[in-house]
């Protein structure tokens, strides 16, 4: 059976510190990945998708940057976090055509500080 | 845009009541699906449903797809404390070139 590691879990840094977040993918080949932030109680906002190696769409503007170096990595990442930063990021896998149902990781709560 | 609106936003009810949670847009779906988040996690899929007037069960649990796929309901029967959560519709069209368009969400608060 498929599954989704995301870590850390929670993570406090000062801004202007550097970023990375890994989310690893088991039991399934060439998936599709994603990463998300999500405010408080609310939908998700896509910020990547990957589709292959090395392939990396971003859906918005911002201080951050992903990463696929292997087929079930994804990573995100910052070169120097703002406040605005701050947030619930989730990572997401999905390997059926169409219908491209996501299966998340257990999410990592950052707070810039 | 393609949208796909979520409502109502919040809904507080107590323990044996029914309700409905409705997901709207103006955009054909090829599928939608419902998911279930609880604080702190990641969603995790209820269901997905593809056929248009297409009606899934998962225990007390009833969702429905909209005859022209471009809504769907999620309803709950004699709600309890555990169903308590955000519920999120998301759907992929082919527009979006399948990626998945977000509701905003439910917040469901099941009062013992």
């Known amino acids: 059976s498929q599954t989704i590691h995301q870590w850390p879990a929670t993570l406090v840094q000062p801004v202007g510190s550097p970023l990375s977040l890994e989310c690893t993918v088991e039991?399934?080949?060439?998936?599709?990945l994603y990463w998300y932030r999500q405010a408080a109680g609310r939908g998700l906002q896509l910020l990547f998708y990957?589709?292959?190696?090395?392939?990396i769409s971003s859906e918005v503007p911002q201080n951050l940057s992903a990463s696929r170096p292997q087929d079930r990595q994804f990573i995100l990442s910052s070169k120097k976090l703002l406040l605005s930063d701050s947030g619930f990021y989730l990572c997401?896998?999905?390997?059926?055509?169409?219908?491209?149902?996501?299966?998340f990781g257990q999410g990592t709560r950052l707070t810039v500080v | 845009t393609q949208l796909l609106e979520q409502s109502p936003q919040f809904l507080s009810i107590q323990e044996g009541e029914n309700l409905t949670v409705y997901c709207n847009s103006s955009?054909?779906?090829?599928?939608l699906q419902w998911y279930r988040q609880e604080p702190g996690e990641g969603p995790v899929l209820l269901v997905t449903?593809?056929?248009g007037g297409e009606v899934k069960k998962l225990k007390r649990l009833t969702f429905q797809f909209g005859d022209a796929r471009k809504d769907s309901s999620l309803h709950i029967t004699a709600a309890q404390p555990g169903d308590t959560g955000l519920y999120l519709c998301?759907?992929?069209?082919?527009?979006?070139?399948?990626?998945?368009?977000w509701g905003a969400g439910t917040k469901l608060i099941i009062k013992p």
């Open positions: 997401a896998w999905s390997d059926r055509p169409v219908v491209n149902e996501a299966f």
């Open positions: 039991g399934t080949s060439n998936p599709n």
């Open positions: 990957s589709v292959g190696i090395g392939q």
């Open positions: 955009s054909v779906f090829s599928s």
């Open positions: 449903v593809v056929t």
């Open positions: 998301a759907g992929a069209t082919e527009d979006s070139n399948y990626q998945l368009i």
